[in-house]
Structures are given as structure tokens and as C-alpha cells.
């Protein structure tokens, strides 16, 4: 667990951290910490469990501090939520919501047979019960209108194949500044800032480059160990990475040399999951305004390293997206790679 991380998320979503208490368990506590929790819940309005907490184990949260509990997922979604301008992003977000709580009432259900009544947290097995099935019904619902929607993106991006044009998929961890180089490169002024997961809709702009136009997709942010939920509800969003002709892949050059490694494994590990396999990858080294040059120069050595191992060509370009160095080059790398597999696919 990265405390760094869950102070971020946590701030993001509009939460003051009191206090923070370390399990030995993935997903559930021992009652040793569930009573030192209970003791301090009385200065909390809600608990976080930063993990994957059973049904059982939020159940017993709750009970203990009788205050609702939010784990990863609902707090990923929290943010996205704050952050949701399309209708697309709206339903995603909902169906990801929906999806993530069923197990929960289905754990409601089972102790109402019980005998044990949620109490407080709910009028009792028959409204559950109704609750449940009002829930898959708008989950089926939801399924449907995001198909539609997927229908028409599909539409959109075959015709932009039609024209010949390549795309390439701005990608990276949240605050990386993906954004910020969007939109120097576009000349756009799409929302920027330290908040996590400011864009959910993919954004796309037509730019020209030395060697021809090229589509620019700002995308969803990366996230350490991205939950099923989320990448599930949002594929049709992921999927213009699977799409694109090549990867921009930012990464803030100004962090630790531990962090940057181990966003570097895990940002091509999550490409690799969604199926963005086999796309040239150009890594823009963004901020080297923040940095010196020795370090700078460690954590390319680093991020090389990385790509050869994996196999991935070597492409690293150093930029900032608030001076605009090095960004004319990358534009211009981009569209080079991008073009030649466009153009014979599409040809």
C-alpha cells in the first residue's frame, strides 16, 4: 500500500485523514483493530478500508463504528464521479458502482436469513431483497445504453480510418501532466491540475505534424493494481488505446527513481491487460523543468532498461509540458511511427 497514494485519493475525493491503521490481512481485520477502530470511529464520519475488504468485513465495520464504510473501488469511483462530464462516463461510472456493491447486499440478504438484521444499515431481508433486483435491472439497463454509445464511438473512429488518419493515446498515472502535454500540443485548454483522474471522456484533436496529421487522445488516468470493476466499466474509454497506431507514455521524470520504475513496470503491465500490445511506445519524460539532469538522466537509464527488457523499442523523449521542450520532437516521432502501420493497414 502506498500511503503517498491514499493520502492523494483520499484529498482528491474531498476527505480530511485522522487517522491510518495498517491490517496484515488483504481483506478483512482482526478484532484486535476492529475495536481500536471502533474506539477512534467516534471522531470519523466515514471509514476508509484502502483494499478489497470482504462482504463480511465491511458488514462488520459498519456494525462496529456505525458509520459507512468506503474501500479502493468506491473511492476510485468517488473521484470519477466529481469528475464525470459525459453521459458515457456518467453510466460507466454507475454500472462500475452497481457491480461493486451487489456483493454486499447479497451479504445483507444472507444475514437477514440469519436473523441478523443490518439494523441500521437497512429496513430489514424483504427491501433488500427489492433492492437487489432493482439493482440488476438497472445494471441490465445500463448495459445496454453503454452499448450504444460504444456503437457510436466505433462509427466515429472508422471514419477517422477512412480519412487515413493515425491516432495516438496519450497515456500515464494520474498528475503525470498527459493533460498538460494534450493540450500544449493541441493548443487546446482542457482542465489540468494535482486532483487525480480529471479526464474519464477521451478527448481527441486533429494536429499537424512535420510528417503528417494525427489524431491526439487524452485518456483516463492509470492507477496502481486497477480493480476489475474499473476497467471493465471502463473499456469503451480504454479502448482507444487498444486502438491507437502508437503510445505516448508520460511519465513524471521529477519523482523518486523508485517510483518512476515502478510506474514505468506497471503503466506497460496495465497496457498488456487491456490488450495494447505490439504499438510502438514513445515514453515522453515530462517535467524536466522540476528536475536536475543527473537525476533526470538516472531515471532514463532506468526507463531504457525497462523497454529493453520488455522488448518494447527504445524511444525516450525528454520534455516538459510547461516550457515546451522537446515537445515539437515528440509530435514529430509520433506521427513518424504512427504513420507507416497506418497507412498500410488503412491503404
Known sequence: ??????????????????????????????????????????????????????????????KATRKPVVDRVQLILEI?????????????????????????VREYIRRSKMGEYPGFLGPGRYAVDAYYRHLTSKLARIRRQLEKLKDTRRLRRNARRRLGLPQAAIVGYASAGKTSIFNALS??????????????????????????????????GFIRDIPPEIIEAFYA???????????????????????IREKVVSGLDIMARIGAVGKPVIVAANKMDLTDPSHAGKAISIIRKI?????????????SAMTGEGLERLL??????AYPKSLHERG
Not at 523497454?307 to 520534455?319: F, K, Q, Y
Not at 514529430?332 to 511511427?337: L, Y
Open 1 to 62: 500500500m502506498s500511503l503517498e497514494e491514499v493520502r492523494a485519493l483520499a484529498h482528491t475525493a474531498g476527505y480530511e485523514i485522522i487517522e491510518i491503521f495498517r491490517t496484515r490481512y488483504r481483506n478483512r481485520i482482526g478484532s484486535g483493530l476492529l475495536e481500536r477502530i471502533s474506539y477512534m470511529s467516534e471522531e470519523a464520519d466515514t471509514i476508509i478500508f484502502y483494499g478489497n475488504p470482504s462482504p463480511s468485513t465491511v458488514f462488520q465495520l459498519m
Open 80 to 104: 470519477f464521479a466529481r469528475h464525470a462530464g459525459s453521459r458515457e462516463a456518467k453510466l460507466q461510472i454507475e454500472m462500475a458502482r452497481i457491480k461493486h456493491e451487489l456483493p454486499l
Open 237 to 259: 474509454t480504454l479502448e482507444e488505446i487498444v486502438d491507437s497506431d502508437t503510445i505516448i507514455f508520460v511519465v513524471d521524470i521529477s519523482e523518486p527513481l523508485d517510483t
Open 332 to 337: 514529430e516521432v509520433s506521427t513518424k511511427k
Open 307 to 319: 523497454l529493453d527488457e520488455r522488448g518494447i523499442e527504445n524511444t525516450v523523449i525528454p520534455v
Open 187 to 220: 493548443g487546446e485548454s482542457k482542465p489540468v491540475g494535482e486532483e487525480y483522474f480529471t479526464t474519464l471522456h477521451p478527448k481527441h484533436k486533429l494536429v499537424t505534424g512535420k510528417h503528417g496529421r494525427i489524431v491526439l487522445v487524452d485518456t483516463v
